[in-house]
Each structure stands twice: as C-alpha cells, then as structure tokens.
C-alpha cells in the first residue's frame, strides 16, 4: 500500500506544481469505489492531474496515443462489444482534458483501432502499440497517455487484471516506469 501512497503524493505534488492545486477534493467520483479501495482512489487522482495538465497536452501525438490507449482499454480481454465499444466513446468525449480536440477526429481514431482490434486482434494490437509508442519523445504526454488509460479502465470503480497488463505493457512502450502508477 506504500507504493499507492507514494503516487498519490506524487500526483498531488505534479498537480499542484503544474496549476497550483485545482483541487484532488474529486477522488470519489459517484460509483467508483465500492471495493476499488486505493485503485479508486489512484484513478481519481490521476484524472485530476490531467485535468490540470490540460493545456499542456495539445498534441496530435498524445491524442492519437491515448485513443490507442483507449481502444486496447477496451479490448483488454480480447473482445470488444457494442455497448462496451459506447461507453469507452462516451468517457473520451467526456473527458476534460480530450475536450482539447474536436470528438469527431477523437471518436474516428478510436474506432479505426477498435475496429482492427475486432478484426484481428494481435495485428490491431500492434498497430496500437506503435501509436502509443509515438508519444515517448515527450515524457510529460508519455505519463498523460497511461493516465488517460487507467482513468478509463478505472472508470467503472475495477481495474480488470487484462487492463493492468495492457497498461504495463503501454508503460514499456512509452519508456515510463510501471513502478510509478503501482504496476
């Protein structure tokens, strides 16, 4: 649990330091959390953190990452369903610090990833993961593109040990530390 403690305070200090503290008050979002414990509150801090980084990620290259990581969020178990498919489109174009980019550029580039991921996944997974990889010039957006993907994977209060992987797996892509998000 050290480790959880150690990131939160991280996040908080990177918050405060990117925007003088837009407030972590947010951490229990209604239904996250029932069970989730430190990982609910771990999502919620670092959608905070995103939140005040927001005009710090403007790139083609952080949006089209972490529709990449988006998209292998969502297909983390192999599958992807319509209603699933959905509800990840609906998170993107909710999200505050995505807003930075018009929803149609947002919603065609996770759907063409979805949709090699439907047709053949390991293809698709790659293809993903060269996406994500083009973010690692940056290390601010590396960091942002796998919080934007445990805020989503967290999203319904769970993260599912297939969406840690995929989030491991985006951390080595992207030269950031596993270590720093508690994987």
Known sequence: MAMWDRL???????????????????????????GGGSKAQLVG?????????KTELKSGAY?????????????????VDPAERQHVESLILQNDVLRNFPPEQLRQRFNKHVDQLTFDFQQGRTAAMQEIAKAAKKPMEAK????????????DGYIALA???????ACAALGVSPQEFGL
């Open 144 to 155: 942002a593109v796998v919080q934007t993907g445990f805020v989503v994977a967290g999203a």
């Open 63 to 79: 949006r089209d990452a972490s529709m990449a990581m988006c998209a292998l969020v969502a297909a983390a178990d192999g599958s």
């Open 8 to 34: 939160k305070d991280q996040a908080k200090g990177l918050q405060q330091q990117a925007q003088g503290a837009r407030g972590s008050s947010g951490h229990g979002r209604p239904g996250s959390g029932s």
């Open 45 to 53: 801090v670092l959608k905070s953190q995103l939140t005040s980084l």
């Open 163 to 169: 969406e840690e992987q995929v989030l491991r797996e």
